[in-house]
């Protein structure tokens, strides 16, 4: 895969160790951090005496400018003075042609540890830097941490994460005021979910409403231990032996099949959002990322009643957990010439202080202190009007299911491998495994064949 990016970061990468770092093999430190040992030892000793060179790093995200001058810019620039913080835009699957292209070289990239970046050999190890300021590891979501250091080099921690995803059972209490029927509770499981989905779904005072939205990805799989449908070692499909999918499609093939409950098109049961269908006041309940923010701002707009209540469990052997998913994470890059400012910038977003602020605001820590999690959407302008009674512990304090390592080529050979259309048109379960497995075991030959 991406066997030009891999030669270009190679050579640019040769070049920078030739040019800035010709004396750099004295210490294995000194390797890691690109800089000489006498270089290394006048900029230790600057900083202890609080003087810091100006530098400028280059950050990659995938949002605009304004959303990144907000989380990023503003805050890091307010915390050093030295650094300032620049923004390239980009998808991390379009960085050749949206970034290399144009002779930009990020030093940070919001992202996941992903196998391309890997294979480009673009993510700095960050355990030098971590064992330098005394980093505590121990202070970030567990379940995360865990799948980037399954994910990394061996040996390596190529990423830190960064901002967790939120997920909730949302409901609306008056369409079950409307239909008599009692609000949903924490700790329901799905299939308790799906029997209170029927007795509020259907037409009432001339008005359709439905009962269950499941979201447009499989956030339920996501919520248990094993939802590899690719084995991570010998890359072979395995979607006909993984008994969580299956159950999962029954479960999606029930939702679908209450009257009145389904899309008119698959595109609509790709696409269409349960925030949306929410924001509309016809939708009793959305299994999905919980979007606290966009619910305020429908109950503004127009008077949503909402609230939250925990995502719905497995039940039975598959466990008790939350869904769980990398989310956005931090990592730096083997071609940035100020390592040591990057993993300050990351040490600083990873820290208390700027955890505590965007918790404030919304965003789930990825920091564990309880404090932090617990101020979750308290800054909000809206906190004491809509939000202070609202179950936003049900968003916070669930935990997150183990994440799996994943083969580095699953999302090559699970392209064009859906299940949804099956879904949609009443396809046997078991025909629908076996159509997936099929595609994705031609997938995997052309795949494994080039590499």
């Known amino acids: 895969m991406r066997k030009n990016g891999f030669i270009l970061l190679s050579i640019l990468f040769s070049l920078f160790l030739i040019v800035g770092c010709s004396s750099s093999k004295g210490s294995n430190e000194s390797a890691a951090t690109g800089q000489s040992p006498k270089s290394e030892q006048g900029q230790k000793q600057k900083e202890e005496e609080g003087e810091f060179e100006p530098v400028t790093l280059l950050m990659m995200t995938h949002w605009n400018d304004e959303q990144f001058a907000t989380y990023f810019k503003e805050p890091v620039e307010a915390k050093f003075d030295h650094i300032t913080l620049e923004h390239v835009q980009s998808r991390w699957d379009e960085i050749e042609e949206n970034v290399f292209a144009k002779k930009l070289y990020p030093d940070l990239i919001m992202t996941s540890v992903s196998a391309e970046y890997l294979e480009m050999d673009l993510l700095l190890d960050l355990t030098p830097y971590i064992e330098e300021t005394n980093f505590d590891l121990d202070r970030l979501e567990p379940s995360i941490l865990n799948y980037l250091k399954e994910q990394s080099n061996e040996g390596e921690l190529n990423g830190l994460p960064l ?23 924490d700790d329901m499981t799905w299939d308790e979910v799906i029997e209170l989905a029927r007795e509020v779904t259907g037409e009432m005072g001339g008005v359709h409403y439905r009962g269950l939205h499941p979201g447009n990805f499989d956030f339920m799989m996501r919520q248990t231990e094993t939802p590899k449908l690719v084995d991570p070692d010998t890359h072979e499909p395995i979607i006909d032996k993984n008994e969580a999918f299956k159950i999962y499609l029954q479960r999606l093939e029930e939702i679908y099949a209450i009257p009145g409950n389904s899309f008119d ?13 929410m924001r509309q006041g016809q939708l009793a309940m959305a299994a999905d990322r919980a979007f606290a923010g966009a619910y305020v701002g429908a109950a503004v707009e127009n008077g949503l009643n909402f609230d939250f209540v925990t995502y719905p469990r497995w039940g039975g052997e598959f466990g008790d957990y939350g869904p769980n998913e990398p989310g956005n994470g931090i990592v730096a890059t083997t071609t940035s010439e100020h390592p040591r400012e990057a993993f300050r910038v990351i040490e600083y977003l990873l820290s208390d202080e700027y955890q505590m602020i965007k918790s404030e605001n919304g965003d789930l820590p990825s920091v564990v202190t309880p404090e932090v999690r617990e101020a979750f959407m308290k800054g909000h302008e809206h906190y004491e009007d809509i939000l202070k009674d609202k179950n936003l512990a049900a968003i916070t304090d669930v935990e997150a299911a183990p994440l799996p390592r994943i083969s ?30 099929d595609k994705a075991e031609g997938n995997a030959k052309s795949v494994l064949s080039k590499n």
């Open 265 to 277: 098109s698959v595109e609509d049961m790709k696409d269409v959002r349960g925030v949306d269908l």
């Open 408 to 437: 580095q080529y699953e999302s090559e050979i699970m392209e064009e491998v859906d299940y949804r259309e099956g879904i949609f048109e009443g396809k046997d379960i078991n025909t629908i495994i076996r159509e997936m497995q």
């Open 163 to 185: 901002i967790r995803p939120e997920y909730a059972l949302v409901y609306n209490p008056d369409i079950f005021d409307l239909f008599g029927v009692d609000y949903p509770t």
